[in-house]
């Protein structure tokens, strides 16, 4: 009989992480993630093989990524569905990518670049989920931010390297992330939080499905 009871323990054990968001999204989008690992940019840029003005496009679209998301962060701080994972001091990047642009681009770069037609489907979307469908909203904030955590500090070097970039930071503040001691810790806090959302089954099938769209904008 005891025996019983802990196999339907560890059975419901199981279950209930399978049921964690953090599980769902990280089965759900692997094929999106090694796809998203395996496009011609990012295997040329880990190569170390990248043309400044690549890496600009790319810082661009980053920025019109980020401002969007982080303004619809800013809105939904305090809903339910996404307020634990509201974290500006450690994690927002419109300011860090702000500087990257000057760098890039000059003091007057907000005349100088526009939003590409991809990044600005991207953007779009982020703004319609913010105001409509603001429980999907961490889909998004978990496929950049939690992406920027782990692969970021690799570009970083790549990208200074073969930029020839002053090691002092200039032109790679988006990798870093001042107010995150321990990337590994925080990941770890991030998806606990995540995981502690008060979200049915259908709600968190509908944010892994938004996360494998987020993956597609990315590429």
Known sequence: ESEKKSSRASEKENHTKMADLSE??????????????NTQFVKDFLKGNIRKEL?????????????ALEEEMERNKDHPAFAPLYFPMELHRKEALTKDMEYFFGEDWEEKVRCSEAAQKYVERIHYVGQNEPELLVAHAYTRYMGDLSGGQVLKKVAQRALKLPSTGEGTQFYLFENVDNAQQFKQLYRARMNALDLNLKT?????EEANRAFEYNM
Not at 24 to 37: C, N, Q, W
Not at 204 to 208: A, D, L, N, Q
């Open 55 to 67: 890496f600009k496009l790319a810082t661009t679209a980053l920025y019109f990524t980020y401002s």
């Open 24 to 37: 769902l999204l990280k089965e759900g989008t692997k094929e999106a993630h090694d796809r998203a690992e």
């Open 204 to 208: 968190k099938e509908r944010i892994v």
